[in-house]
């Protein structure tokens, strides 16, 4: 199955780290999402992607996590991730039309 980028879509939820946490490691979630059913060289396509991504963002930062301004910092920051890589999977996806990945 194909993930974003040829290789596994890593969403990336970084946590926000207080001063005083500074010193310790970030804790970092990733989530693979899986588009090789979609046609992203088509508009419903890249929104079914977005959809899922959307999907992902939140289970890699959920709301529990006890801070409201950590959970949204780690929404946006997961979210500039995956964009870019969907972006780099939409533009091969249109200059390649028909080209398909063998599929796990």
Same mark, same amino acid.
């Given at each position: 199955?194909?993930?974003?980028?040829?290789?596994?879509?890593?969403?990336?939820?970084?946590?926000?780290?207080?001063?005083?946490?500074?010193?310790?490691?970030?804790?970092?979630?990733?989530?693979?999402?899986?588009?090789?059913?979609?046609?992203?060289?088509? %508009?419903?396509?890249?929104?079914?992607?977005?959809?899922?991504?959307?999907?992902?963002?939140?289970?890699?930062?959920?709301?529990?996590?006890?801070?409201?301004?950590?959970?949204m910092q780690?929404?946006?920051?997961?979210? %500039?991730?995956? %964009?870019?890589?969907?972006?780099?999977?939409?533009?091969?996806?249109?200059?390649?039309?028909?080209?398909?990945?063998?599929?796990?």
């Open positions: 199955m194909r993930h974003v980028m040829l290789a596994p879509l890593a969403l990336i939820g970084a946590l926000a780290v207080s001063a005083a946490a500074a010193a310790q490691p970030v804790a970092v979630r990733t989530e693979q999402v899986p588009y090789g059913d979609l046609n992203l060289a088509s %508009k419903e396509g890249a929104d079914r992607l977005q959809l899922r991504i959307n999907a992902a963002v939140r289970r890699v930062c959920p709301s529990q996590s006890g801070n409201l301004v950590e959970t780690c929404r946006i920051d997961a979210q %500039k991730a995956a %964009k870019r890589q969907m972006t780099v999977a939409i533009a091969r996806a249109e200059t390649r039309p028909g080209f398909q990945l063998a599929s796990k």
